[in-house]
């Protein structure tokens, strides 16, 4: 099992930033990827940025120049700073941890997901 638990929003004004913090525990030594969502009111859960724990990054198109993924090292607590903020940005962040195991040599892995609660972002004037 792990624990997520995110952190860091709030309402900001358009062009402004903030930084979320997703704090990690339980079995961590599993995670092999790390991810931020986010979910708009009435709208579906989308990715927004990925971090591998060889440090590999990705983010969307859309919040490239503006969004920065980091940490997420040995399954340790990740970021996402956010900067330039816009009203589209207003969503409900998610965070979401990648485990693998392998229980026995001969085993297949046991791929998981876990997610957090959410932390909200409103940008608004």
């Known amino acids: 099992q792990v624990q997520l638990v995110e952190s860091g929003g709030g309402l900001v004004q358009p062009g402004g930033s903030l930084r979320l913090s997703c704090a990690t525990s339980?079995?961590?030594?599993?995670?092999?990827?790390m991810g931020w969502y986010h979910q708009a009111p009435g709208k579906e859960r989308e990715l927004v940025a990925t971090i591998s724990s060889s440090g590999v990054m990705h983010i969307i198109d859309s919040k490239k120049g503006r969004f920065t993924i980091s940490g997420g090292n040995a399954g340790n607590t990740v970021y996402l700073q956010m900067n330039s903020l816009k009203a589209e940005d207003t969503a409900v962040y998610y965070c979401?941890?990648?485990?693998?195991?392998?229980?026995?040599?001969?085993?297949?892995?046991?791929?998981?997901?876990?997610w957090g609660k959410g932390t909200a972002v409103t940008v608004s004037a």
């Open positions: 339980g079995r961590t030594s599993r995670i092999t990827d």
């Open positions: 979401n941890a990648k485990t693998r195991f392998v229980p026995c040599i001969e085993c297949k892995p046991i791929v998981r997901d876990y």
